[in-house]
């Protein structure tokens, strides 16, 4: 019978969570704040010079394979099997930091993959909702270092994750939830758990929260001292703030709000984060100000182009962790993305999940390798490059050079054969050429009307026609 049960909330998860997501997603923010910072501002610009990074959730739920954290919340968006008690759920699924050992694993396959596809830089999660701790955390027992990994001279997670993408060049982020939903601190046992929020009146029991504060602030000291060089601290969560912070924007996500203030002390948070990180960039998500150095819309693409820092967290397949024959986006679809986010200002964070057992799907690496192939001849027109006025037309997207001296043109490709690129505005210097960026081939141009017209060249390129050119003006 206990096989049976498992299977059953198995499946029910992995068919009836998958649909749910929409509500978790964390919109952007109407506001942005620039950091007063000079290293913090200095650390941004690098960061955009990036434009492409890996975002990595793998905790608990990669063993059922379904998703992450998310399955043990009690909202009535998650759809759960009516014959199984809530409390059983939850016991099942932190039984599976006793299942939890994965003995293949390899970040150095993540980071090599990564880079494979011309990423730039990491966001790994030290720990999602659930509280399940992917470092050597000295605040709890509830960590990947605790259980059957224990033994493992890797069992500290965080540290060799850090390190693969370190040597392969990457920027390092950390992700981190605010909530914790196994900490007694945030879910007391003495009460029900009625939603994502911590479930008892802070403001009749101010010990209990003064103890999760120092819990939080103490596990991320952990990460920002015990871990090396850390470029960005990523903090999800954003129902965790100050209740002052709560404005009509947060109250449009239609997520349950409590009475109480859920302030868990951002200022000492990156106060002392800098302290061991100089420079160190902080994105409080959906948390307007100082601690949001750059804003996070999370599953989609905004709709103008803006200038200030800004990326788009999508992931790879459906699911952010793995998930069993999940089905993955087209190396076109992710390029595509990724030309858009980048002319309309933005970085592109493409979220895979590794198995269980510590190894990528054989299906995400290749996906990964052909984007890459890709990027490996175009980059010039997404790295380092900035945003420039004329930045869309039709099919055609541009970025430009720092310094202004070179405009980049990205013409996306379709199932649909092109015979001719055509674009208003971002016209090039009389007498110069047009550079295509796979071959350096010299493209003939001519002006029609104030529009820019080429035959499309005799290329094998079937994703996106990446080109250069020195614009009219400068």
């Not at 509280?131 to 990947?144: E, L, P, R």
């Amino acid at each position: 019978m206990k096989k049976i049960y498992i299977t059953l909330i198995y499946l029910v998860a992995l068919v009836k969570f998958s649909d749910a997501q929409q509500n978790d997603i964390m919109p952007q923010s109407e506001i942005y704040e620039w950091p007063k910072d000079a290293a913090v501002k200095q650390k941004l610009e690098s960061w955009q010079d990036k434009k492409f990074g890996m975002i990595i959730h793998w905790g608990l739920y990669a063993v059922p394979g379904i998703i992450e954290s998310w399955s043990i919340c009690s909202e009535d968006w998650i759809d759960r099997d009516s014959t199984i008690k809530y409390e059983d759920y939850k016991k099942w699924y932190w039984g599976f930091s006793e299942k939890f050992n994965p003995t293949k694993f390899n970040p150095e396959q993540w980071a090599k993959a990564g880079k494979s596809a011309g990423m730039k830089y990491l966001v790994f999660t030290t720990k999602h909702h659930d509280g399940f701790a992917m470092f050597d955390t000295k605040q709890s027992d509830f960590s990947i270092a605790k259980g059957p990994f224990a033994n493992n001279p890797r069992k500290d997670v965080a540290k060799y994750v850090f390190e693969a993408f370190r040597k392969e060049n990457f920027m390092i982020g950390a992700y981190f939830s605010k909530p914790d939903w196994h900490s007694q601190y945030y879910w007391w046992d003495k009460y029900a758990t009625a939603n994502r929020n911590n479930n008892y009146d802070i403001r009749k029991n101010p010990w209990r929260w003064n103890q999760f504060k120092s819990f939080t602030q103490n596990q991320i000291g952990e990460l920002m001292n015990n871990y090396g060089s850390i470029d960005i601290l990523w903090l999800d969560g954003g129902w965790v703030r100050p209740r002052a912070s709560v404005n009509k924007e947060v109250l449009s996500w239609g997520a349950p709000i409590p009475d109480w203030s859920q302030d868990i002390d951002m200022p000492k948070i990156a106060a002392d984060a800098r302290k061991a990180q100089p420079g160190l960039i902080v994105v409080d998500r959906t948390v307007h100000g100082q601690f949001e150095n750059y804003q996070t819309p999370e599953q989609k693409i905004p709709e103008t182009q803006l200038d200030y820092p800004w990326e788009s967290c999508m992931t790879l397949g459906g699911a952010w962790g793995f998930v069993a024959n999940d089905r993955y986006k087209p190396a076109r679809e992710v390029v595509h993305k990724l030309v858009e986010i980048v002319a309309k200002g933005g970085s592109l964070l493409l979220g895979i999940g590794p198995k269980a057992d510590g190894t990528l799907p054989d299906n995400v690496i290749a996906r990964l390798g052909e984007v890459g192939q890709w990027t490996a001849k175009n980059g010039a027109a997404i790295y380092g490059t900035r945003i420039t006025k004329n930045y869309h037309d039709g099919q055609n997207w541009f970025t430009q050079s720092k310094d202004g001296k070179t405009v980049y043109g990205i013409s996306l490709v379709d199932n649909n054969p092109v015979k001719e690129i055509s674009w208003k505005g971002s016209i090039p210097k009389k007498g110069t050429a047009i550079t295509l960026l796979s071959n350096n081939q010299k493209i003939k141009w001519k002006l029609v009307d104030g529009k820019v017209h080429f035959d499309f060249p005799k290329t094998d390129e079937h994703i996106a026609l990446a080109f250069s050119f020195t614009p009219e003006t400068q």
